[in-house]
């Protein structure tokens, strides 16, 4: 075996040349990569004892792109579609061996081979959308001329990847390998050579895309349907741009275009917020005082205590990992009617085509259902999820904890109570957790994790690789009221309900923060989930908000009643703007003697998001979060913070701490004290420093 780069090798197997990345974690394209393949497949084009050769990469998966920690630096040869263009000209064929995920410029590397191989699990897939980019070394020209322009449009703009079975079937990958990839691909290069099969260069196939020549209309089309989806973001539209350069233009021209608005979105500040946030998710997963090698707890199977909404929702997510629960209920009635709505979700996905009965059938089949905690005794993990009520918590803990065997990690949903206080009421406290899961539970990325002073690194370790393992994304965060994502949410409420007394119509505070880049405005929101819930903590906290209450206490609970915030026609989900409340708001503003006016809004904006900011920064003074972008995780996966902004506080470092500072000073002196910056937000400000440098 030769070494022809510190990452990549070359080896002739009878007579066909093997060229093995081999560069940890994922083999993304760093320059050594690079230039390694580069000098492979000129090695094994002269080694005149092979006549094919096969690109295959060792550890867990293919190539899954460039090398993102590159990215901003200056660029070093060779380029990838310089290697891409070596491999392509090749004069022996090559032949891309996939396993694991090839995506990004790792497809693109597999485009530029004349043939691919894949095993069953492997996926393919373009995912530099999501990294707000597009792909930048062919793939936007070459995976329409293989998949057509209908598929290709569907795969770049989502950066969704598909199986292997999908791409064979499609012509992106040739051959699905059983058993031995590295055999099966020099099997298959072999037979390649013996045929005298053609060396099938991409670049020059264009048949797929004369359908997209007759119907040009197919741009527009595509646009129009994803509206919605591609709202706010700059990267989709290029990825479309580049994919009707590939339709419109000669192969070379093709390429010079993609490269034009791959470099225009490269240097844009939605690309550099989604890239801190591909690296920003992946440090929440690391807790500085738990070691990496932490044992962890198996966790075989669940409890669930409570088959509400969000009981069920949480079920869902271990049923989907294969993880068989037991899910507990008071009365018989309650149960049945959990498990059916469990039920009815599944068969509802069905219908739309996007679960197989099968799966379904599976899922529903590693459930138990029970009215009896006493069945959750040999379970390895429970998740308490009843209504918030401490007294009826720590008493379900009490029983728990005489219930549960040892080792067992008990954990509650709560989304406002005190996990310390929780975990007192058991005598294993170092076990006990909270698992904050966001409404939809079965939809919602993101596991707020929430430590106690006592829980201990094992527990921690297991339930931050037990969220991977269903499908979510966790932060760690500390005990506080709220904790991360609703405290900070708190402050933005205050200030949109003290906005419209001022002033500003309720519609605008929505649209503003809509527009923004939001799902939708904390009205509507307020509308979807149910004005009571809000309510009726309230009244449990003895606190009271004039316009909030006054609408609850006419009944008008939003969505599900017809009217809240806004009015809502028979099976509409679309608010329309309500003369009652607006009545009710002018009432409101009287009492309290304000003086209403016009509020801009650029007002608008910064009072909704500069008390939020505010509040991270005392979250983050406190210790309850421990890096700022962290909290930028827990709010782009826990309430559609828009991800191209990053998230609060990657987007307070872009507007600049002194320009919140000011502004929060000027407010300060409008409206007093709550606007006080905090002390970690001054500090920063004096040393001239952001949130990214803590
Ligand atoms: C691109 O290709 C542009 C092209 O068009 C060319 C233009 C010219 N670079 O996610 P994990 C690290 S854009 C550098 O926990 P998993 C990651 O930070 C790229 N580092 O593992 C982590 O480090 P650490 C298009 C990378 O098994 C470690 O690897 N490609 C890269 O859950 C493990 O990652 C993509 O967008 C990278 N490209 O998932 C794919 N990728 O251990 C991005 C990962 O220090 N990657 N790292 O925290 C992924 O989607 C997942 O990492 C993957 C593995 C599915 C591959």
Redesign the pocket.
């Known amino acids: 075996m030769t070494a022809i780069t510190d990452f990549v090798s070359y080896e002739a197997r009878g007579t066909v040349g093997v060229i093995t990345v081999d560069s940890p974690?994922?083999n993304?394209?760093?320059q050594g990569v690079r230039a390694g393949i580069q000098g492979g497949i000129k090695a094994a084009v002269a080694d005149d004892s092979v006549n094919a050769i096969v690109l295959a990469c060792a550890g867990?998966?293919f190539i899954?792109?460039?090398?993102?920690?590159?990215?901003g630096k200056p660029p070093q040869e060779p380029?990838?579609?310089d290697v891409i263009a070596t491999m392509e000209s090749s004069t022996k064929p090559v032949v891309a061996a996939i396993h694991?995920?090839a995506?990004?410029?790792?497809l693109?590397t597999a485009l530029g081979c004349h043939y691919r191989v894949a095993v069953p699990s492997a996926?393919v897939g373009?995912?530099?959308v999501?990294?707000g980019?597009?792909?930048?070394?062919g793939?936007t020209q070459r995976l329409p001329r293989v998949v057509g322009v209908q598929k290709a449009l569907e795969m770049i703009t989502s950066?969704n990847p598909i199986g292997a079975k999908e791409a064979h079937k499609v012509g992106l990958v040739d051959q699905v390998v059983e058993g031995d990839l590295t055999e099966g691909a020099i099997a298959f290069a072999k037979k390649v050579a013996a045929e005298g099969r053609p060396l099938v260069k991409i670049s020059e196939q264009n048949d797929k895309l004369a359908e997209a020549k007759k119907n040009p209309a197919i741009f527009d089309d595509f646009r129009k349907k994803n509206a919605r989806k591609f709202r706010g973001f700059e990267a989709p539209e290029n990825c479309i741009k580049a994919i009707e350069g590939a339709v419109n233009l000669p192969f070379p021209e093709g390429l010079k275009r993609e490269r034009e608005l791959?470099m225009e979105l490269m240097v844009g500040e939605q690309a550099k917020a989604q890239q801190y946030f591909?690296?920003s998710?992946?440090?929440a997963?690391?807790i500085p005082d738990v070691p990496k090698d932490t044992p962890l707890i198996d966790i075989n199977t669940a409890g669930i205590v409570g088959a509400g909404t969000m009981g069920g929702g949480i079920a869902m997510n271990f049923l989907q990992a294969g993880i068989p629960v037991t899910i507990v209920e008071t009365s018989q009635e309650a149960l049945d009617k959990g498990i059916g709505i469990i039920k009815s979700n599944y068969a509802a996905t069905v219908s739309k085509g996007r679960l197989s009965q099968e799966a379904m059938d599976k899922y529903m089949s590693l459930l138990t259902g029970s009215t009896n905690l006493e069945d959750l005794k040999d379970v390895d993990i429970v998740i308490e999820a009843i209504f918030e009520n401490m007294d009826v918590k720590k008493e379900v803990f009490g029983k728990l904890d005489k219930i549960c065997k040892q080792g067992a990690i008990l954990a509650t949903n709560t989304s406002t109570l005190d996990v310390d206080e929780i975990g007192e009421a058991t005598s294993r406290p170092e076990y006990v957790i909270g698992l904050h899961f966001f409404s939809p539970a079965n939809v919602m990325r993101l596991l707020e994790e929430v430590r106690t002073k006592k829980t201990s690194p094992t527990v921690m370790a297991t339930c931050m690789a037990l969220a991977?393992k269903i499908g979510k994304v966790p932060a760690m965060v500390g005990v506080c009221d709220g904790f991360v994502g609703n405290r900070m949410l708190a402050k933005r409420g205050e200030q949109a309900s003290q906005l419209i007394l001022e002033g500003a119509k309720l519609e605008d505070v929505d649209r503003v923060l809509y527009d923004f880049g939001f799902p939708m405005g904390p009205f509507a929101m307020s509308d979807l989930a149910g004005n009571d819930v809000g309510w009726r903590i309230r009244q449990g906290r003895g606190v009271t908000s004039p316009v909030a209450d006054a609408i609850c206490e006419l009944g008008r609970f939003g969505q599900k009643t017809g009217d809240g915030y806004y009015h809502y026609e028979k099976g509409s989900r679309t608010p329309q703007p309500d003369p009652i409340v607006e009545e009710i708001i002018v009432k409101a503003a009287r009492d309290a003697g304000i003086n209403r006016r016009e509020v801009s809004d650029e007002e608008i904006l910064k009072r909704c998001i500069y008390p939020m900011i505010n509040e991270a920064a005392k979250i983050l003074e406190e210790g309850i979060a421990t890096r700022a972008s962290d909290i930028d995780v827990i709010w782009v996966y826990g309430y559609g913070w828009p991800i191209y902004r990053g998230g609060p506080m990657r987007y307070a470092d872009h507007i600049g701490l002194e320009n919140i500072y000011n502004d929060m000073l000027k407010f300060k002196a409008e409206h007093g004290d709550e606007w006080t910056p905090a002390p970690l937000l001054e500090k920063l400000v004096k040393e001239g420093k952001g949130f990214k440098d803590l």
Do not use: H, M, Q, W
């Not at 899954?64 to 990215?71: P, V, Y």
């Not at 980019?133 to 070394?137: E, F, K, Q, S, T």
């Open positions: 974690p994922v993304a394209l760093s867990r998966t899954a792109g460039a090398d993102i920690t590159e990215f380029g990838l579609n694991g995920t995506l990004g410029g790792g693109e996926k373009l995912p530099e999501k990294l980019i597009l792909p930048g070394a793939g950066g791959f591909f690296f998710e992946r440090l997963n690391k991977k």
